[in-house]
């Protein structure tokens, strides 16, 4: 079987601040998600910046990255069959106010960027997140 898939989710600073990581990760259990690898860190904002380089020329790049590097974050490895595309649909959409019922983001999102959680947006993607965070 080769369609078990490994994935980046990040808890972000405004979930981990309201204590939300227990939660969350129940979430992700609950759905048949298992967690291979994790790490609490704090990150400087230009390790923000290259996280999120694909975004640079956006203009909420720059608040993005701040945010990001403004506490501390959870990084994991999800790991499931189709663990990509299941954990967006998990997440829910990227603005809280459009995210469906019973997804993170409606249950936990505060803002467009205070949404709680970040994850890859493909297998490709996933494998450059992973190994932004795990390899050393
Ligand atoms: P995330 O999935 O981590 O990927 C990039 C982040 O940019 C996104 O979640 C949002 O938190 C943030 N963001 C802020 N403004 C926007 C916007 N207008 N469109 C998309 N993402 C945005």
């Not at 999102?109 to 997140?129: C, F, L, P, Q, R």
Request: charged residues 35%; glycine residues 4%; aromatic residues 8%.
């Amino acid at each position: 079987m080769s369609d078990v898939e490994h994935t980046l989710s990040i808890i972000k600073p405004d979930a981990v601040e309201r204590n939300l990581e227990k939660n969350i990760k129940k979430i992700f259990f609950d759905k048949g998600f298992k967690i291979v690898n994790e790490k609490k860190i704090q990150i400087e904002k230009n390790e923000a910046e290259r996280f999120y380089k694909v975004h640079e020329t956006k203009p909420f790049y720059n608040d993005l990255c701040s945010y990001l590097s403004s506490g501390p974050i959870i990084v994991m490895v999800l790991e499931k069959k189709n663990a990509v595309l299941d954990n967006r649909k998990l997440m829910g959409a990227t603005n809280p106010k459009d995210a469906d019922e019973g997804t993170i983001r409606a249950k936990y999102g505060i803002s467009i960027d205070k949404n709680s959680v970040h994850g890859s947006d493909s297998v490709e993607n996933a494998k450059i997140e992973i190994d932004f965070f795990f390899k050393d």
